[in-house]
């Protein structure tokens, strides 16, 4: 995934955009955030651990504009722990009203789901 976004963000379409690998879920959410969440969730937010796998951003503004999680198929297969902790994940996201892209180890089509993603931010200028 890292080779794939580094290749995306060298097109001239892209180059306005970047990314951060592990970026810590607390500094995605921040301050601003934090005190809208419920309990629970800011607790999981709050963990060192608690991390997104890729945060796309914009190179210019800095500001946040989605996240990438990879899934392994078995590791995040329903009824393990991961699977618990995506979903708050996800309710993070929703809650926050950041996109959150999660891509599986076994798809296929990154490429064009990456993209069709950027291209909104894209749309809206």
């Known amino acids: 995934m890292n080779m794939l976004l580094t290749k995306i963000f060298e097109e001239p379409k892209y180059s306005k955009f970047s990314f951060v690998f592990e970026m810590p879920l607390k500094d995605v959410v921040n301050k ?3 005190g809208e969440l419920p309990e629970e969730l800011s607790t999981f937010a709050n963990r060192n651990w608690a991390h997104v796998d890729f945060t796309v951003f914009n190179r210019v503004t800095k500001e946040i504009l989605f ?11 329903k009824g393990t722990k991961q699977a618990e902790r995506d979903l708050k994940k996800n309710a ?3 809650q926050i009203g950041l ?13 064009n789901k990456i993209k069709a993603q950027l291209d909104k931010y894209l749309g809206a200028e």
């Open 67 to 77: 996240g990438i999680e990879v899934d392994g198929y078995n590791y995040h297969k």
């Open 32 to 34: 601003n955030y934090m």
């Open 92 to 94: 993070i996201f929703d």
């Open 99 to 111: 996109p959150l892209l999660r891509l599986s180890t076994k798809g296929s089509g990154e490429e």
